[in-house]
């Protein structure tokens, strides 16, 4: 069964940092670009960073630039999302996605709240 699924969520505040888990099972996920995004409650999701296939060149929303990490563990199957500075402007649910041409599979999100 193919699975992603995200942990590392929770309460912080303002100024804390978090690391969350993205473990892909069912595929190989260095063979997919993996992507984080969040949805705050009334907003669309949004791309917050990701991470290519093979070469693991990184991109990143504007609004995390230099505060958020992406990076891969091909051996864990998982990538990882670092996330220092949090702002309550963070909070949302995060969510990964892997893309592969046509393919892609989205995890059920996990909850980050970021209190002043």
């Known amino acids: 069964e193919v699975q992603l699924v995200e942990s590392g969520g929770g309460l912080v505040q303002a100024g804390g940092s978090l690391r969350l888990s993205c473990a892909a099972s069912?595929?190989?996920?260095?063979?997919?670009?993996i992507g984080w995004f969040r949805q705050a409650p009334g907003k669309e999701r949004e791309g917050v960073s990701c991470?290519?296939?093979?070469?693991?060149?990184?991109y990143y929303a504007d609004s995390v630039k230099g505060r958020f990490t992406i990076s891969r563990d091909n051996a864990k199957n998982t990538v990882y999302l670092q996330m220092t500075s949090l702002k309550p402007e963070d909070t949302a649910v995060y969510y990964c996605?892997?893309?592969?041409?046509?393919?892609?599979?989205w995890g059920q999100g996990t909850q980050v709240t970021v209190s002043s």
């Open positions: 996605k892997a893309t592969r041409l046509w393919v892609e599979y």
């Open positions: 069912g595929f190989t996920s260095d063979d997919y670009a």
């Open positions: 991470i290519s296939t093979r070469d693991d060149n990184t």
